[in-house]
């Protein structure tokens, strides 16, 4: 019942969004509709710039429609219509912010792909500004009259903690120091009985996990929460199934382990149940929009820069002896092996005097740099400096082995030689940039540039991948750390 309760709540949200998005539709259609109308009152006293709006309404119908969808898919992929308890204000705004860019992006591309024309730039910018500006009214609303209502005792969720370990008194702390989640501790059940326990964390013992059935009948509880030992896990079987007959929510606390990194996150197969952790956290949908822009961004690249690919082809090929490009194996997603293209700037047969300037490394670690390599040529000098050697790892980057953006690829013989912890930069994508090659490349040492992928995974969002890619430009163009 619950269960059916929250989801007729979120759908109702939806359908409240969905009217505000509509209403702030219809109005931004006015507002264009009139704008002229300022500038006859000389209230902006210029030349008429904005023309009077020539389609009718009848015409923004069908993009009404879409704008509803993709406000209310992308607040719904956000998290937005998750339970509001345990969401702060700025966790609120800060869903509301990316739920605007990401309608925006998807907005006008649909509108540039569909040719849609009658929809002017003006209707476009008003209406997104006054649909966000109205939803983050609304929900600071709600977010304020829900709080308002938990101070007097109202709207709270009753629970029941099965569990007398320390995990079960950290959980009880944790509900205990955020009243405004509105969640309310009935009492305690015993998961080991024979233990002489009267109260956990000033909470009274209510009875045995046996007497689950009878706590049930007399107390008036929302939700059953279970925070036991792994050890007692086949202990509260029947406790569960007392909670499903009785039509009550249960709830099992999954911090089975101590992890440090990983995220937990539940998933199924054909209605199994699984409990998957994982170190690199990120939505389905976010990964799609990464690799769409991959594959967008790296295929406009390819065609724009296909003069000067051509062009240092030629160069290489004139001022050295030897192919244009550089061929080698690199280790991937998850230690997938696949081939990297760059531009040659070595001499030819460089690769067998390694041995000879090997006491010469500069960097550390597995990793072999040195500032003047002999074994570069002139023009291989100046294509390392700009990172023009990198341009033919667009093409690795629109076959799916790279992405613009992700820890640099590294060789197998260098992964053989990792320590344990720098292994994980190995769960994301390989990239062009990261946080290494804008926060100084080589001058970096090994272990650094090791903490510097680990860092970017542990933050990884497309707004991260968009700052790195802005800041990457400047560190190209004026070649900086690069040898």
Known sequence: MLREKEAVVRRAMVLFDGFIVSITFVLAYIIRKYFHAFYKLDLIPSAKVVTPGAASINDYLVVLVIAV???CAMLYWNGM???????????????????????????????????????????????????????????????????????????????????TGRRASQFIDKIKSHPEW????????????????????????????????????????????????????????????????????ATLAIDLFELKIAKSHLTEIDGIPLLTFETTFAREWQLFIKRAIDIVVSGAGIVILGPILLTVMILIRLTSKGPAFFIQKRVGLNGRKFVLYKFRTMYKGAHKKLSEI??????????????????????????????IDEMPQLFNVLLGHMGLVGPRPPLPK???????????????????????????????DFNEWMKLDLEYLDNWSLWLDFKILIKTIPVVLFGIGAY
């Open 69 to 71: 969808m993709l406000w």
């Open 81 to 163: 219509y998750r339970s509001m308890r345990t969401k702060t204000l700025l966790e609120i705004v800060w869903i509301i912010i990316k739920s605007t860019f990401l309608t925006t992006l998807a907005f006008g591309t649909i509108v540039f792909l569909f040719k849609l024309h009658f929809v002017s730039r003006v209707f476009f910018g008003i209406f997104i500004v006054v649909s966000a500006s109205t939803i983050l009214i609304e929900k600071i609303t709600i977010f304020s009259l829900i709080h308002a209502a938990r101070k007097r005792g109202h709207n709270f969720r009753r629970l029941l903690v099965v569990g």
């Open 182 to 249: 509105g969640l309310k501790i009935l009492g305690v059940v015993n998961d080991e009985p024979g233990r002489d326990i009267k109260e956990i964390e000033d909470n009274e013992l209510l009875g045995n996990i046996d007497d689950i059935s009878q706590i049930l009948h007399r107390r008036a509880v929302d939700e059953v929460v279970f925070v036991v030992p792994r050890a007692r896990l086949n202990h509260i079987e029947e406790a569960v199934y007392a909670c499903e007959t009785e039509g009550v929510k």
């Open 358 to 387: 090997e006491s010469l490394n500069e960097m550390g670690g597995p990793i072999f740099k040195i500032k003047n390599d002999p074994r570069i040529t002139p023009l291989g000098r100046f294509l390392r400096k700009f990172s």
């Open 414 to 444: 260098e992964v053989a030689l990792y320590k344990t912890w720098q292994r994980r930069r190995l769960s994301m994508r390989p990239g062009l940039t990261c946080l290494w090659q804008i926060s100084g490349r080589n001058k970096i």
